[in-house]
């Protein structure tokens, strides 16, 4: 793997094909995602309250994640393609502008917290976990440090935190990435990219996930 950074504008090229639509006769409280479909109310501190009203939420057994910058002592980042199926669907929709469908996206490394990765130790060691898995860098736990408070990303679906850490690393001592077995992850293509040149990419659209614009921003502030 070369460290030398590359522009980010050539995506691997993914074609999606749906082989299978399980969505009939699917229960929605079975499967990695679940929907749980429940009726609230709300009590105001006033002592009022609201009318009956259904809502529904995502769930999964593993709630929070962590996002990864890693960074050089040059001022790089590590940026990875990931493949995001739901993009794909995205023509099948009324939207209100027209964009791309491009189901490839540069982000930074990320992962699922597992449910016996406690408190702030717990989130280095999923990280540690992570950047070996996803980039092939076996980082200390105790090497990566919080980026500011965890944030919401889709509140109004998900009770999901992102945890935000980052750590100075040397890409030259990378190994091949042992990933997870998915096949959202195959063909990844890894990028050492300016700081600068990723918040510019941020800013024209190269860059289309939030919690990636939100770390680079975090470590840009950290590192000035």
Not at 112 to 122: A, I, S, T
Not at 131 to 142: D, K, M, Q
Not at 167 to 192: F, K, N, Q
Not at 194 to 217: F, M, Q, S, V, Y
């Amino acid at each position: 793997m070369s460290d030398a950074p590359r522009a980010l504008s050539s995506r691997p090229r993914v074609r999606i094909e749906v082989v299978g639509d399980r969505t009939a006769e699917s229960r929605s409280d079975e499967g990695f995602i679940r929907v749980r479909r429940v009726d609230l109310v709300n009590h105001y501190e006033d002592g009022s309250i609201s009318r009956r009203y259904a809502y529904d939420c995502a769930e999964r057994a593993a709630m929070d994640a962590v996002a990864i910058v890693l960074h050089t002592a040059d001022r790089r980042v590590c940026l990875r393609s990931s493949i995001r199926p739901p993009v794909a669907f995205r023509a099948g929709y009324a939207l209100p502008l027209e964009g791309t469908t491009d189901p490839t996206l540069f982000e930074i490394p990320a992962g699922l917290v597992e449910k016996d990765e406690h408190g702030e130790e717990g989130l280095r060691a999923c990280c540690a976990r992570e950047t070996e898995e996803e980039v092939g860098l076996v980082v200390p736990a105790s090497s990566f440090a919080q980026l500011g408070p965890a944030v919401y990303l889709t509140p109004g679906l998900i009770a999901e935190k992102i945890h935000l850490l980052h750590a100075e690393v040397d890409p030259r001592d990378a190994r091949a990435p042992s990933l997870d077995g998915s096949p959202v992850e195959e063909h990844a293509r890894i990028e050492w990219v300016p700081l600068d040149e990723a918040l510019a990419a941020c800013r024209d659209g190269r860059i289309e996930d939030i919690k990636t614009e939100l770390g680079l921003r975090r470590l840009a502030d950290v590192l000035s």
